[in-house]
């Protein structure tokens, strides 16, 4: 809503911004606190299903590249975090687009990065996986620096020590659900008939 972009919060008596706490805005302290920390479970808990565990089986198992060949487009992810993470905090810095503009852009290439993942493609396709790759950790990155920027903007000093706890934990967490959920879905899709191929790529939508 127009309260949460930059600038259009609604302004307290005192003719500054407003600031949610626990104890002033609580409503809206609680919303953003749950709804970023739902957020960030969800996109890094897939993204480390992929990236950090299932990504290079997958690589090998259903497109036949060798582990080192596999390493090297999962490696496109981190060089993409690098790039993501100063491009974003330019942008942040320069004023060149609000910290809400920015995770709307965060959220919508993320989830385009995971289309090449959820479906068996033909030909020559390292050139697309790479980029996958590349989009999903630059992405990503986004919302490492943009979190703690509308922590900063629209929490109280009082209750920032909460909200970036819980906040932070969320990502582990998110990890720590969706590795296994994720190995899960590919044993049951393997004792099945689909195969493996399959289980991988009905893992992959949960991104």
Known sequence: TDKY?????????????????LKEGRKD?????????????LQYGTQMGYQGLWGVPFL??????TKVAAGNILTYASLGAVAGSALVGWM????RASA????????????????????????????????????????SSFTAILNPTFGNGFIDDSSRGRF????????????SIFQPL???????????????????LASFRLG
Not at 60 to 65: I, K, P
């Open 5 to 21: 972009k930059p600038g259009t919060m609604g302004k307290s008596q005192e003719g500054r911004g407003a600031r949610f706490s």
């Open 29 to 41: 302290y609680m919303l953003m606190l749950y709804g970023l920390s739902f957020a960030i479970m």
């Open 60 to 65: 090998m198992d259903v497109y036949g590249f």
């Open 92 to 95: 942040v810095d320069s004023k």
């Open 100 to 139: 809400h503009n920015l995770m709307l852009w965060s959220a919508s290439l993320v989830l385009l990065s995971w289309v090449p993942l959820c479906f068996k493609l033909g030909g020559d396709v390292r050139f697309v996986l790479s980029a996958s790759a590349l989009v999903l950790g630059g992405a």
């Open 164 to 175: 970036f706890g819980i906040l932070n934990s969320a990502s582990m967490a998110g990890a």
């Open 182 to 200: 994720m190995g899960l879905m590919i044993d049951s899709s393997m004792r099945g008939s689909a195969g493996i191929g399959a289980g991988y």
